[in-house]
Structure formats: C-alpha cells, structure tokens
C-alpha cells in the first residue's frame, strides 16, 4: 500500500534537536572563524587594530598608529599629472617609499617614472623606467610616471579568489594584507603593473618606520602579500594631500575630489587635454593624465 | 575658479606682509582661512631697497651694472627689458605694471601675468604650481618666484633620485648569463 506522504512521520524530538544544534554549531564557527578586517563588528576591529598597533611598535620600537578612518561622504578621489611639467626627478617615487613604508631591500616602488621620447610619443613598449642621466629633463624625452590607476572597473578585484581586494566607496582600491593569500592573480590582470609583491620579508629601517598607517593602506605589510597605491589613504581621508603631490617640485601632480566643482582635477577635466592610459581596456581610471599647456 | 578666490589671494598676500608702507599695513584683512602664501623669497639682507636706494639718484639709462646687483644676469627677454620695467624707479621697495600701477613684491604674479596670463590663471585653479596642505581645507601655494627665478625663470635641471634595480633572476636559470 502506497504511503502518503502527508503520513511521514514527524521527526522525533531527538532528531529535531540535534540537527537544530548542528545548524547553530555550524553558524557559530563560520561567524566566528577569521574575518576579512572589513567585515568585523567595529569592537572586534578595534580590538585587532589595537593587537596590530601593539606588534608593530614593538617590532618597530616606536609607537605605531593603525587608523581605520572610512570613506568620507560625497567624495569621489581622483589624480591628475601634468605630462608637460614631469621631469622625471623621481622625487615622489621616494617620498611614496618612506610616507607608505615599501620594503627597501627587496626594493618596492610603487610609482615606476618611465622616460619616454618625444618623437614616439605616450609608448611604453619603447619606454626606459631605468633612465639614470646627471641631470633631468634630458634633451628629446618627456616622463610619465605611472602607479595604481584606481580604476572604477578595476580588473584587479575581479580576479582575487578570496575578496581580498575591493574598491572602497571613494573609489580607492584597497587590500587585506591579512586576507591576502599571494596568489598574484590580481598582479596578472592589472594592465598597468601597479601591483607589487612582497617576495621575501619586507625591511623598514626602525628610524625610517612612518608610524603614522591605516589597516588598508601604509601599515607594515607581511613576507607573501600583494601592496600598491592606496592615494595615501592615510592622508587622504584626513583631508591632506597625497605624498607624492606634496613632494613634487614641479607641480605637476594634483589631487581632488571629483564631486567638488571647485577643486583642482574638475578644473583640469574641464579645461585641459586629458587621457587616461589604455582606454580602450575600460577599466576607466581615476588617475587623468593631461597637459597644461 | 571660485570668484571670490582673488580678492581672497590679494587680501592674504597684503595680510603677509612683515615690513612698512602704511598702505600695506591697512590692507583689509578679510583673508580666506583656505589660503596661505609664503613671504617672498628675497636675497638675504636684500630688503628693503629702499635702505640704500632711498638717498640715490634716479638714473634711468639702460646700461651694465659693475658696483651692485652685478650677479643678477636678466635672461627674460633682456633684449626688450631691463630692471626698471620691472621695479619702481621712483619707490625701489615696489614693483610697477605696465600701467605704471605699483605693486608689492607679494603681488608679483600680477606682474607676471601680464604676460603669461593662462599660468596666471592656471596657477589661481590651483592647477600650475606646487600645493600643499589640505585638498579640502586649508592650502598652501607658493609665488611664481618661489619656483622661477625672475630674472632666469626657467626651471633648472634637477638631479634625479636613483633608478629601481632592475628585477634580478637566479643563476641556474640563466645559465650565468647576465
């Protein structure tokens, strides 16, 4: 004889109870296992970013900030250089290394300055990042530097497999170095080589340490992760300029909110010649290049 | 541009100034907090003119210094120009326009936008020159001269920082090539 099923028997008590407790133990260790540092309850944060402090001033020997400032409201970041100012000095290649505490040995450059010549034009497959003359501009050449372009469809964050990279809401594209596995997949598919790795433990000389970092920006990075340029988010979000803005002793590099109509990239999207680097890629990059005369 | 930027950069660079003239002095100090111009960058002991001009006779004869200021080389369209096109023959502690309209030396961009007037206003975007401070709160800008000399104003070359090491690859796997 045929059962209905509307005559089932009803899971006994038993069962009941020890899959509810099964589903709830399965819930509390997914919640409770490692987190992305972003995904934390803001005590829970905290507390890391105080255990984080307290290592690095004690590795460091000075004491160490890690700030988790937010997105500030109604800000869209963005970068614009002057091609017709650069003179390739590398001054901000430098201060980016001591303002964001870059590996010194293995050596970490997050701006890459490429001496270009004139004749050819914006060509980086004849482009010479090693250029090292007495004195700049050399005759015939012009430079462009070139770090991460925070790009507003970044290919980079697509292809991390554990979401360890993401763009942030003022459009700055940020890593978990705890969340990192090294895999390198989102250094493959950046078109501009923005993206470094640590290939063996990073070294900051103890005075040279910059103490004051953010957790998804400056704050000293483990052997095995993948860093770039973060607009120095530190500063950035404190309202300050970028390093590398403040550094340059030609004035090309400016920095602005692009939501601002009277800041200094809106005026130069409105009345300069500006590119942007691969566009046909359409990663559309936060970072315009434009020439002032 | 903001509108209101100009009077706000011409208040400020009057609020600046460190030294006499009455004018000066009671220049109206309605200075945008958002704005900051260093003094200018004069030769030390340079300033006032007025403290060895005031007593000397004006001589307006285009000619070579050889007793004073002989290390100033003009190379800034020195065949059409000359000091006093500049400086104020009459009161040395003040530069003129070609209007004649006298200016103080923290107003110089005035001067120098008489002829390049797109950095002019490039520079009060914010756009030609070096800022520093805060990109949406207080800022620092500099003078043309802080950067240009005015008597050479272009730019001098620098010496660059150290190029990257270039990636090195382990000996097995060139077979000790380079």
Redesign the interface.
């Known amino acids: 004889m045929k059962r209905d099923p509307s005559d089932a028997p009803a899971p006994s008590r038993r069962e009941f109870v020890s899959c509810a407790a099964g589903a709830a133990a399965g819930f509390l260790l997914t919640a409770c296992g490692p987190k992305r540092l972003v995904e934390m309850p803001k005590e829970r944060l905290h507390a890391a970013l105080r255990e984080l402090e307290r290592q690095y001033s004690e590795t460091y020997g000075t004491a160490v900030t890690v700030a988790e400032t937010p997105a500030l409201p109604g800000?869209q970041f963005a970068y614009a250089l002057?091609i017709s100012r650069c003179?390739?000095?590398?001054?901000c290649?430098?201060a980016c290394v001591e303002e964001n505490n870059q590996s010194r040995d293995p050596?970490i450059?997050w701006i890459?300055v490429h001496a270009m010549e004139k004749e050819r034009g914006v060509d980086f497959s004849h482009s010479d990042?090693?250029?090292?003359?007495?004195?700049?501009?050399e005759e015939g050449r012009f430079y462009v530097p070139v770090a991460c372009q925070q790009c507003e469809n970044p290919p980079c964050t697509k292809v991390c497999p554990v979401g360890a990279t993401w763009k942030e809401k003022d459009g700055i594209v940020v890593i978990d170095y705890d969340w990192c596995i090294g895999c390198r997949y989102c250094m493959a598919a950046c078109p501009y080589g923005a993206r470094h790795f640590n290939w063996a433990e990073p070294s900051i000389p103890k005075a040279e340490l910059n103490p004051n970092t953010h957790y998804l920006g400056n704050r000293p990075r483990p052997k095995g992760v993948v860093e770039k340029c973060t607009f120095c988010i530190h500063r950035?979000r404190a309202?300050?300029?970028p390093a590398c803005?403040?550094v340059?002793?030609?004035?090309a590099r400016?920095?602005?909110?692009l939501l601002?109509p009277?800041?200094?990239v809106r005026?130069?999207i409105e009345?300069?010649r500006v590119l942007v680097l691969k566009e046909d890629l359409n990663t559309v990059p936060r970072f315009f290049y434009f020439y002032?005369t | 541009?903001?509108p209101a930027l100009v009077p706000a950069l011409l208040a400020v660079a009057c609020a600046t100034a460190t030294y006499g003239g009455d004018e000066r002095a009671e220049a109206p100090r309605t200075a945008d907090e958002r704005l900051e111009i260093p003094p200018p960058p004069f030769s030390e002991g340079i300033f006032p003119c007025s403290s060895c001009h005031a007593g000397m006779p004006v001589n307006r004869t285009r000619r070579a210094l050889t007793e004073m200021h002989d290390d100033i080389q003009l190379r800034h369209d020195e065949q059409h120009r000359w000091c006093l096109d500049c400086h104020d023959a009459t009161d040395r502690d003040w530069l003129h326009l070609a209007s004649g309209e006298r200016i103080p030396f923290e107003q110089s961009y005035l001067l120098c936008g008489q002829c390049h007037g797109e950095k002019l206003r490039?520079w009060r975007?914010?756009?030609?020159?070096?800022?520093?401070?805060?990109?949406?709160?207080q800022k620092r800008y500099l003078l043309c001269a802080h950067?240009h000399n005015p008597h050479q104003p272009r730019?001098r070359?620098?010496?660059?920082?150290?190029?990257?090491?270039?990636p090195e690859r382990p000996k097995e796997e060139t077979g000790g090539l380079p």
């Open positions: 800000v002057d003179i390739g000095c590398r001054r290649v430098y050596q450059h890459r990042p090693y250029y090292d003359p007495k004195e700049v501009p950035a309202g300050r300029y803005v403040e340059c002793p030609v004035g400016k920095f602005g909110n601002d009277d800041s200094e005026y130069i009345h300069k002032a | 541009m903001r490039d975007a914010g756009v030609h020159g070096r800022r520093t401070g805060n990109w949406n709160g950067c730019f070359s620098l010496e660059p920082k150290p190029a990257p090491r270039r």
